[in-house]
């Protein structure tokens, strides 16, 4: 069974960094893709940035683009998403996701498995 805990959301304020974390066990390959996406307060989930484990290849949706970064650490079977230059309209419960193979999707239903979700709120 694959699980992913997520941690290290918080209130931060706008201009400022914060980077999350997701532990995942459970795997038995290391051919999938990882990735985040948020949602916020009555709005759909929103499709942020994935990373294929194996080879590190990454996607960003465009209004994160050279302001966060993902990366996987193999070792501690650690996901990361680095935050920087927060936004107001970045808040949103941010959540980790996981699927099985190769390819990325911007479709939350292409994901199989999901964290709790942990907070991000960026105040102005």
């Known amino acids: 069974q694959v699980q992913l805990v997520e941690s290290g959301g918080g209130l931060v304020q706008a201009g400022g960094s914060l980077t999350l974390s997701c532990v995942v066990s459970?795997?038995?390959?290391?051919?999938?893709?990882m990735g985040w996406f948020r949602q916020a307060p009555g709005k759909d989930r929103e499709f942020v940035t994935a990373i294929r484990w194996s080879g590190g290849t990454t996607w960003y949706t465009d209004s994160v683009k050279g302001r966060f970064t993902v990366s996987r650490d193999n070792a501690k079977n650690t996901l990361y998403l680095q935050m920087g230059s927060l936004k107001p309209e970045d808040t949103a419960a941010y959540y980790c996701?996981?699927?099985?193979?190769?390819?990325?999707?911007?479709?939350?239903?292409?994901?199989?498995?999901w964290g709790q979700g942990t907070q991000v709120t960026v105040s102005s």
């Open positions: 459970g795997r038995s390959s290391n051919n999938y893709v």
């Open positions: 996701v996981a699927r099985d193979g190769v390819t990325y999707y911007k479709s939350a239903q292409r994901y199989d498995y």
